[in-house]
């Protein structure tokens, strides 16, 4: 009875044993597993690079390829440069000598205008030297712009309200005009008329485009008539109650806006003598 329970012990004993060893490799085994699948993750990992890998190669084999394609282009235009290098030297000497002719004929055209400008700065001057001797500053005003003089002259000081005859205060500042024009041959004058927009209906005169037009006339005449100036030098010209100065909806607007413009300009010939390179001087 003794040596049954003895045994008993001892395969009970083994049995724990065995126990022990089964959880033992049953954990062995889930480390395994557990292994097994961190290299599959990795294979996969590595195969999707080798797929990376293999595109980049791709990528920069098809670069290699088009540098050369464009390393062969470029050694194709050197060769046809070279090659085109003589004719280009030549159109260039031509160019060059064009560029040195069209600059002495620009040269030329600026020292025209420059003379021209001081020309009618000068011209300026004398005529605010003239003008100024007993004459309101508001009653005429000199400007110069670019090629040409203009004299703005007030309709209280040329003519009476809705009239076309010269009044005898305008004769002195006509007078003083004319001096200065017949002393410069090589000037045309222009005299424009302006109005303001009040409409006005006379027997003679239907509306302001009229009255513009007939005091411009009644200067010309003056000029011609009783100070001698060339009538080929002059033109009338009206431009009734349009190109205003001023806005025509108030009394001191529409002072301003009854006016006469004498213009002096160089005549028209002379600007196409510089236009013409022929005529350039060496």
């Known amino acids: 009875m003794v040596s ?8 009970n004993k083994q049995i724990g044993e065995c126990g022990q060893d089964l959880n033992k490799y049953m954990n062995l085994l889930t480390e395994c597993k557990q292994q097994n699948e961190l290299l599959e993750s990795q294979i996969t990992s590595s195969e999707g690079n080798l797929d990376v890998r293999q595109e980049q190669i791709s990528d920069l084999k098809a670069q290699i390829r088009d540098l050369k394609k464009a390393r062969d282009q470029q050694v194709e235009q050197v060769g046809d440069l070279t090659v085109l290098t003589q004719s280009a030297n030549e159109n260039i000497k031509e160019t060059l000598n064009q560029l040195e002719s069209k600059d002495k004929y620009i040269q030329y ?6 003379k021209s400008d001081s020309i009618n700065l000068a011209l300026a001057v004398n005529l605010k030297n003239e003008l100024s001797d007993g004459i309101e500053d508001q009653d005429v005003n000199i400007e110069v712009d670019k090629t040409v003089v203009f004299i703005n002259l007030s309709d209280k000081m040329l003519f009476t ?6 009044s005898p205060r305008a004769d002195e500042v006509l007078a003083k005009i004319a001096k200065i024009v017949a002393s410069r041959p090589d000037l045309e004058v222009m005299v424009e008329g302006y109005t303001d927009n009040q409409p006005i209906n006379k027997s003679c005169i239907k509306d302001n485009w009229d009255l513009s037009v007939l005091r411009s006339t009644a200067v010309v005449k003056k000029l011609q008539t009783q100070y001698q100036i060339d009538p080929n030098k002059l033109i009338a010209a009206g431009r009734g109650e349009y190109n205003t100065l001023a806005d025509n ?3 001191g607007g529409r002072t301003i806006n009854r006016r006469t413009r004498i213009i002096l300009l160089p005549k028209i010939d002379q600007f196409y003598d510089l236009l013409d390179p022929n005529k350039v001087p060496d």
């Open 161 to 166: 309200s809705g009239s076309t005859t010269i």
């Open 4 to 11: 049954l329970q003895t045994e008993l012990d001892v395969a």
């Open 109 to 114: 055209i600026q020292a025209a205008k420059s």
């Open 249 to 251: 909806a108030t009394i």
